[in-house]
């Protein structure tokens, strides 16, 4: 087996193994704090991270105030003080080894105040950070200003091309990698370019070979390739690596460890992940940030599947096409295609007797506590992306103009209830990668024996 080699990152040696950023209470100090003592490079989420308070203990934030932009605010400051603190852990877990990463989702509203704010407070604490979920252009210039090098994700050459050509050609001696995310198989949201199809996976050989060329024209040949998502066991990556099309390269591990001991995700929600098949984790559109992403299949999911299926056109004006009336709350009437009848009897059958009007001028079917929990969550909605299809927030304009969309959902509380075990893992998103199948399989985590991070990286070095 060819072994992967030691690389030079942001003025150390280190083993190029990378801890997934993997948001809300999943990566956080403590893991990687642990990638990092193992002279690897740990990364922790920016996303609503905990807090550490004056006698060491961790809390999740408290939003008190009442208007949007205010708890927007209080969120968004108590994001850095978060981020702060996942940044001490890590540090003084990983004494003085590897490297510590943060992960910033691009599209979090805020997300350059937040980068800017937490590197003047966490000084020599990140090297790096990791940034995705839409175009990171500012990315480059953010992190130089402070002498911390930055990764953007990216799943094309062309992203990548466009990132050079718009900043990041002047911040060259920054940047530590470029990170390869397979949109097919990587947890979350996931970065499809215009010409990918979500039905037809491409292999990732030809996407890496094209990014080493990116780079190469840019003078970029010395920056190493991240290969991420669909990661499990060097093994199954023996062509990339000492492969001069494909030149440096490192891997990120995003979904196997979250079955290791320092993992924060809940027992009920490790033990899931346990008995998946392949078929149970799907890519869907249904996350308020407007990307595809991929989570597993449970009765959260499913309800937003049936919502999305039983979706019809409609009229507030009787046609010959929409001839046929029906009368839900507040006496109004809509008339529907005679052949969708069959579908809305259907979903009155089920009690969904509230109909929501989607941006796209069709009728969805909810019950009525579905409906009143979905417009207690728009009314308590804090801002947390730039624009969320959702609850129609914008950080640019205060409303994006359209509908709330309740084919989607309030991912801000949906992360935090599951991250902190405070709500059902059937009842919330759980973002997966694709090959989490695995699990059942893998001697390592037999019988839900959960290995430490150390004792799965040693594993991942042996290409198990």
């Not at 992190?143 to 900043?167: E, H």
């Not at 033990?271 to 009765?299: E, R």
């Not at 056109?313 to 929409?322: G, L």
């Not at 914008?394 to 103009?401: A, I, L, R």
Request: net charge neutral; hydrophobic share 35%.
């Amino acid at each position: 087996m060819k072994e992967l080699k030691l690389l030079d990152l942001c003025g150390k040696t280190v083993f190029p193994l990378f801890e997934g950023g993997r948001g809300v209470n999943v990566s956080n100090g403590h893991t990687a704090g642990a990638w990092a003592k193992e002279n690897c490079i740990g990364t922790f989420s920016a996303v609503f991270p905990d807090i550490r308070n004056k006698n060491g203990d961790l809390q999740q934030e408290t939003i008190t105030a009442t208007s949007r932009i205010d708890r927007h605010n209080q969120m968004m400051e108590q994001a850095v003080e978060g981020c702060v603190s996942q940044a001490q852990i890590a540090h003084e877990i990983s004494g003085g080894n590897g490297l510590i990463n943060m992960n910033v989702l691009w599209e979090l509203a805020d997300s350059q105040y937040l980068i800017k704010n937490v590197l003047e407070r966490a000084k020599g604490l990140i090297n790096g950070v990791v940034s995705g979920a839409g175009l990171p252009i500012k990315l480059a210039e953010l992190t130089s200003q402070f002498k911390v090098f930055y990764y953007p994700i990216v799943s094309s050459g062309r992203a990548l091309q466009i990132l050079i050509k718009r900043g990041y050609d002047k911040y060259k001696e920054y940047m530590g990698g470029v990170i390869y995310e397979d949109p097919w198989f990587a947890g979350g949201h996931c970065g499809f370019s215009n010409t990918d199809e979500v039905s037809k996976p491409r292999s990732p050989y030809e996407k890496v070979v094209e990014l080493r060329k990116v780079l190469r024209a840019n003078g970029l040949d010395n920056v190493p390739i991240i290969i991420a998502g669909g990661v499990w066991s060097l093994e199954d990556w023996q062509d990339y690596i000492d492969n001069p099309e494909i030149g440096k390269v490192g891997f990120q591990f995003g979904t196997r460890p979250m079955l290791t001991k320092e993992s924060p995700i809940s027992q009920a929600w490790k033990k899931l992940m346990l008995h998946l098949n392949l078929d149970d984790v799907v890519i869907q559109d249904f996350s308020p940030t407007g990307f595809l992403s991929s989570a597993i299949k449970n009765s959260f999911l499913m309800k937003l599947f049936e919502r999305k299926n039983s979706e019809i056109p409609f009229s507030k004006e009787q046609t010959e096409e929409f001839s046929e009336p029906i009368v839900y709350s507040k006496n109004t009437t809509y008339y529907i295609r005679k052949e969708d009848l069959p579908v809305a009897d259907e979903q009155a059958k089920k009690g969904k007797t509230c109909l929501s009007i989607t941006p796209d001028n069709t009728l969805i079917f909810l019950t009525k506590d579905e409906k009143a929990q979905d417009m207690e969550d728009i009314r308590d909605c804090c801002g947390c992306l730039s624009a969320c299809k959702f609850s129609s927030w914008s950080s640019h304009t205060g409303t994006t103009g359209k509908r709330p969309d309740l084919r989607s959902f309030c991912i801000r509380k949906s992360l935090i209830e599951i991250g902190h075990q405070n709500g059902n893992i059937l009842d919330n998103i759980l973002f997966s990668g694709k090959n989490a199948f695995k699990f059942k399989t893998d001697p390592l985590f037999n019988r839900g024996n959960w290995p430490s991070i150390k004792e799965l990286i040693e594993t991942i070095k042996s290409g198990k």
